[in-house]
């Protein structure tokens, strides 16, 4: 069984071929466009989608070795994303899929993410609890199956991602910002500065309560020595970043207890941060948890994800008709 997969929820054009939960090619281009502005700007990155998908779904069947009669289904992300690059995936899978008669595959693209883990061996075995963080999401996720998941904890405002992107771009860096925190800590005390744990109950997450405190404390400490920042770098981003993951982790030892479930995953953009793969595995070997995480090309957004989530759902026979639209939001 062989799927073309296509993602195009935010700002990297993707396609994968997968045949029998193997992928075969995985193929991203990315939009340097919106560096300039600091963040993704919608509209450019739905004219940047339409001009590189042919050439992106291309290469990914040349990669694959597949020719386009040996198909058996065409899959999409259909939600959640901005609804403009969305639009420009689900209209060229929809168009493919039609004039080859194929089935036609929709995937939630946090499904996708949380089925990231199972690309390769070791994977986890279910069920599993997925700790999925990026910069638009952070969840806690409960794993059946495949097709059976359950959130049992999110964030009630901001994402852990936005957390280090607000926090970089504070600190006047470059956007994306969230990796170079990550570099820079490597380089930092994590103990340098303290900074708040928000007391949220339950397995709910908040970080605008965070990043207001790591505002706070810039601003005071720059207007008393302009050079703090420059100065005092390093230990900045290990401090915040430190906060950050132990908030995340602290959450997921307190949903492994309640669920008494040992299998533990990373998925989601933020899951590529070496600080928070460390702790997972330090946290594994302190708790007793199997503990998993995608390779850095399956974290950030990408298409062998839809595809590994696509080959599940075909086994279900989950096929959608051609009417199909995606949809910017959408509940699990």
């Not at 281009?29 to 919106?34: E, L, N």
């Not at 990914?60 to 901005?82: N, S």
């Not at 302009?226 to 602290?250: E, G, H, W, Y």
């Not at 974290?299 to 989530?309: H, R």
């Amino acid at each position: 069984m062989t799927v073309l997969a296509i993602e195009s929820s935010c700002d990297e054009t993707a396609a994968s071929v997968c045949r029998d939960g193997k992928i075969l090619s995985n193929i991203i281009a990315s939009q340097k466009v919106h560096e300039q502005y600091g963040g993704v700007v919608p509209e450019l990155a739905s004219r940047a989608h339409m001009q590189h998908i042919v050439p992106v779904v291309d290469q990914a069947m040349k990669t694959a070795g597949v020719p386009l009669d040996e198909l058996d289904a065409i899959a999409f992300t259909q939600a959640p994303g901005l609804i403009g690059a969305l639009l420009v995936g689900a209209q060229f899978a929809r168009s493919l899929a039609l004039a080859l008669n194929k089935p036609l595959i929709p995937v939630h693209h946090m499904q996708a993410h949380v089925l990231a883990n199972l690309i390769e061996e070791p994977s986890p075995s279910f069920p599993y609890l997925c700790l999925t963080v990026s910069g638009g999401h952070t969840q806690i996720v409960h794993c059946e199956s495949p097709a059976i998941m359950k959130v049992i904890g999110e964030t009630i405002d901001d994402a852990a991602g936005e957390a280090f992107d607000k926090t970089a771009k504070i600190l006047g860096l470059h956007y994306p910002g969230g990796p170079l925190i990550d570099q820079y800590a490597k380089e930092g005390n994590p103990k340098a500065f303290k900074f708040p744990e928000p007391q949220i109950p339950g397995l709910d997450f908040s970080f605008s309560g965070l990043k207001t405190a790591i505002l706070y404390f810039l601003q005071e400490h720059t207007r008393e020595n302009p050079d703090f920042v420059k100065d005092r770098l390093s230990d900045i981003c290990a401090s915040v970043q430190q906060r950050i993951i132990t908030i995340l982790l602290n959450k997921l030892k307190k949903a492994a207890i309640e669920t008494g479930i040992t299998e533990i995953c990373l998925a989601g953009g933020v899951s590529a941060n070496s600080g928070l793969r460390k702790g997972l595995t330090e946290a594994g070997k302190k708790y007793g948890w199997k503990t998993y995480y995608p390779s850095l090309e399956y974290c950030t957004d990408n298409a062998a994800m839809i595809a590994i989530t696509a080959y599940y759902k075909f086994i279900e026979g989950d096929f959608a008709g051609l009417d199909i639209t995606p949809t910017a939001r959408a509940n699990w």
